[in-house]
């Protein structure tokens, strides 16, 4: 009989969040490895699952639907206070044992403290997936932020397990005080085809928001520093910014000089976005060097790679010290600033086509040997059946 690991985030499920997608690749590494795996998360409307055997299911992962209020001031009364008492009831309907396993990808403090309870009380193992860390100025009070250091300091540590998103939380957080599996964010190389691309303009894309992590400022800038004979074969794709926070980003002269090079999409819906990377030749990512990017792992680097898409990238994070080799498989530049982005971007746009098709090429090779979650089963289910 397969062993039962229940895993449980708050994502928007599936492909509602980078959270949503990391949970996905761990489902279906798990699901290869034998287990037989419960993901316990919120429905992402866009989609709908299929039913199997009494669960919804999508791509073979039993969802246990976890729905919260959307009345605001309950919402709020669920999330601080009694989101572990809900999620240790819904174990309970699946009578939990000590032979199961339950995987927590939250930092909230009620879930951390009731999982880890009931843990005490049945004998089961648990997990944590630690996906950001989050600095002090993250808290709009102060009595969130004693909440988050609360569960860093005294809950995280009591786990069996943790999956650290990168070396950075690893080294700092977790150290020598658990066991713990370094697991970046995954891919899955074989769920959509890479399609041919034409060469008609260069396209670059900025997947994301750019609030908190990524410096679109300094994208946009550097963009708008082209000549115009550049500028005519330059198409910048932009997702999840609208027109007029790019308006507040640039003054009125930088605005007008980049405006015939922006293709600003609303939103798509997932099958769409991936058209859109298909038809990419470079992703364009620039971020500054501090305590949520070193410890952060973007999930839109290996996302677009699946596609040959080469990121061009500000050398921050385990992205780029471990996995995107510079002029082999993308373009990194050194400093976080207008000249350093701006010189990459004028590489790009001087590379030949047959370079382009070898970056390409690279960066497919790399999300397929280093990034697909079939090459971490292994991994996963060794440090799963040693704690």
Not at 28 to 51: H, P, R, S
Not at 112 to 140: A, D, M, Q
Not at 198 to 203: D, P, Q, S, T, V
């Amino acid at each position: 009989m397969k062993k039962r690991i229940f895993i449980f985030g708050y994502s928007n499920f599936p492909r509602g969040s980078a959270k949503a997608n990391y949970l996905q690749y761990v489902s279906q590494a798990l699901k290869e490895a034998e287990y037989d795996v419960y993901l316990i998360t919120d429905i992402n409307e866009e989609f709908k699952l299929q039913m199997q055997k009494g669960h919804f299911s999508y791509k073979g992962i039993n969802i246990i639907p976890f729905n919260v209020t959307k009345i605001r001031l309950l919402r709020r009364l669920q999330f601080h206070y009694y989101l572990g008492h809900i999620l240790v009831n819904l174990l309970k309907k699946y009578n939990i044992s000590e032979e199961d396993i339950v995987l927590v990808c939250s930092a909230d403090l009620d879930v951390n403290r009731e999982i880890l309870k009931y843990k005490r009380k049945i004998g089961f193992k648990t997990g944590n997936f630690v996906l950001e860390w989050f600095p002090k100025s993250f808290f709009e009070s102060r009595q969130r932020e004693r909440r988050y250091n609360t569960y860093l300091e005294n809950l995280l540590p009591q786990h069996d397990l943790i999956f650290p998103i990168s070396s950075y939380i690893e080294s700092h957080l977790i150290d020598d005080k658990c066991k713990s599996l370094l697991l970046p964010i995954m891919a899955d190389v074989l769920e959509y085809p890479v399609r041919e691309k034409a060469f008609n303009k260069i396209k670059f894309i900025f997947p994301g928001n750019g609030l908190m992590k990524d410096a679109i400022g300094i994208v946009l800038k550097s963009f708008s520093q082209l000549t115009f004979q550049e500028k005519e074969r330059v198409e910048l794709h932009l997702c999840g910014i609208k027109e007029e926070e790019i308006k507040i980003l640039l003054s009125s002269h930088e605005y007008d000089h980049i405006k015939s090079v922006l293709v600003v999409h609303k939103w798509m819906h997932y099958e769409e976005l991936i058209e859109l990377y298909q038809s990419m030749h470079f992703l364009i990512l620039a971020r500054e060097e501090n305590q949520m990017t070193l410890a952060n792992f973007p999930s839109k680097v290996p996302e677009v790679m699946c596609y040959g898409v080469i990121p061009i990238a500000s050398n921050v994070g385990d992205y780029t010290k471990y996995y995107l080799e510079d002029n082999i498989n993308s373009l990194i530049f050194d400093r976080c600033d207008i000249d350093s982005c701006s010189e990459k971007i004028r590489k790009a746009l001087s590379l030949p086509e047959e370079k382009i098709l070898e970056l390409s090429l690279n960066a497919r090779k790399c999300a397929e040997d280093k990034f697909d979650y079939r090459n971490w089963v292994g991994k996963i289910h060794y440090a799963l059946e040693n704690i």
